[in-house]
């Protein structure tokens, strides 16, 4: 089982930081200790070789007598020696007289200079061998000096990687802290959402100051609660709505059977049955709406094809009877992407409400309102609607009081699934300004060609 701080979203964090940091570091401490040790031994042995190169030189130009004690050139090359071919030590430094030979390194004619390193009884030193001249029996000589500290132990490499793992460390800590002051408002914003429950959806989450993610976040979940909240005032709403638009047809019908029963004798079974029906479709009609509602924009409708509107129109015409008539000016090559049947549900919708509400003739238009919206009007030479009431009439069961004496058979639901066809579709529907009457317009993105 992960431990406990794995097991949070600040400690994943730190133990990613921590890791990326280890993993940067790490390298970088190495490649830092390999050059750092390269410069120090060229710099050694740039030393040893510019004295070497000097006593070669003195020595070819019979400067430097043999048997003296050889001058030091740099105090930090210290020890120097002229050995002869055969192995004897020519000359020497007093740093040098009483050693063994340094090296038994001997450069040839082709490669007269040489850097080496050796160990001594008492030292390690870094030392130059330069072949006097090209004859066979030159003199070799050698110029060193002790090795570094720094490149005799691994001083270096200890601190390097001390100082590596406490940046590591301070990595790990500072993630820690910033992501625990970063991750603060979340906590919040989770302790105020579960204070949060379904009869209750007023509250809001803190909103941090700023625009960064979190700050979206709490506004992303505030939106959310909004639309939950509406939501769900919506569907109080809508039930007990629902609960009285279906009461009414079925207190009626239930006041009719119950007087037929008290007084068969004096009632008139035609009459009965065709009231019972006329209630009966009323009810059918209100619950197919509510279940067109209740699949509109859900996984039962998904089969989308392309839909021109202005045939839509044509054959919408064509099989209506309607009592007024329906002027068209409709625009070819309106393409959009939907529902065919849900689309032409909105069709008949506007056009049943535009024929009860106009009092000589209805207008449809479909052109191209912009290079990429498809428009659908409806207009009818009735009523009205003040600017106040027109975002109103999409809500359900909602009817004007002007035109409650006219809307006999509606269910009070069309203009409802029209919005709600409108925004499955990715579209709208709205009332629109006109000279005299109501005009619906009914916008949709265009089908990609």
């Known amino acids: 089982m992960a431990p406990w701080w794995a097991r949070s979203l600040r400690g994943r964090v730190t133990l990613i930081a921590t890791a990326v940091a280890a993993l940067v570091l790490i390298p970088v401490g190495i490649a830092g200790v390999l050059v750092t040790r390269s410069v120090i031994n060229a710099s050694v042995f740039s030393e040893t070789r510019d004295t070497a190169e000097r006593i070669a030189y003195e020595m070819r ?16 090359v210290d020890l120097i020696q002229v050995v002869g071919p055969d192995g004897q030590i020519l000359g020497s430094s007093d740093a040098a007289r009483t050693l063994p030979p340094l090296s038994d390194v001997r450069p040839t004619a082709k490669n007269r200079v040489v850097n080496t390193t050796s160990c001594l009884p008492t030292e390690c030193v870094h030392l130059t061998a330069v072949r006097v001249s090209m004859f066979a029996d030159s003199p070799i000589v050698y110029a060193g000096r002790s090795t570094p500290e720094v490149l005799a132990s691994r001083t270096l490499e200890v601190i390097v990687f001390a100082e590596v793992a406490m940046l590591i460390g301070l990595t790990a800590w500072a993630t820690w802290l910033v992501t625990g002051r970063a991750l603060r408002p979340v906590a919040t914003m989770r302790a105020e959402l579960d204070a949060v429950h379904a009869g209750d959806l007023s509250n809001r989450v803190t909103q941090p100051q700023g625009d960064d993610e979190v700050a979206q976040l709490a506004r992303s979940v505030n939106g959310t609660l909004a639309r939950l909240e509406r939501s769900a005032e919506q569907q109080r709403q809508f039930a007990s709505d629902a609960s009285h638009e279906l009461r009414t047809p079925i207190a009626g019908l239930r006041a009719q059977l119950e007087s037929a029963q008290l007084y068969p004798d004096d009632t008139d079974m035609r009459a009965l049955v065709h009231s019972a029906l006329r209630d009966t479709d009323r009810l059918e009609a209100i619950i197919t709406d509510l279940l067109l509602l209740a699949r509109i924009g859900s996984r039962v409708d998904v089969v989308r094809e392309r839909v021109d509107l202005a045939d839509l129109v044509r054959k919408e015409l064509a099989v209506r009877s309607d009592k007024l008539p329906v002027r068209v000016d409709l625009a070819d090559g309106v393409v959009v992407e939907g529902v065919r049947l849900q689309l032409a549900r909105v069709l008949t919708n506007l056009l049943d409400n535009a024929q009860r509400h106009a009092e000589h003739t209805v ?29 109103r009439i999409f809500e359900r069961f909602t009817r004007l009081d002007a035109a409650r004496s006219r809307d006999s058979g509606g269910t009070g639901l069309g203009l409802a699934i029209a919005r709600d066809v409108a925004m499955a579709h990715r579209g709208e529907i709205r009332v629109d300004d006109c000279r005299g009457g109501a005009r619906f317009v009914l916008r949709l993105p265009l089908a990609n060609q």
């Open 61 to 76: 130009g019979g400067a430097l007598p043999m048997g003296a004690a050889i001058p030091v050139p740099r105090p930090t």
């Open 363 to 391: 207008c449809v238009t479909v052109a191209v309102e912009e290079p990429d919206t498809g428009m659908l009007a409806v207009e009818n030479d009735g009523m009205e609607i003040a600017e106040s009431d027109r975002e």
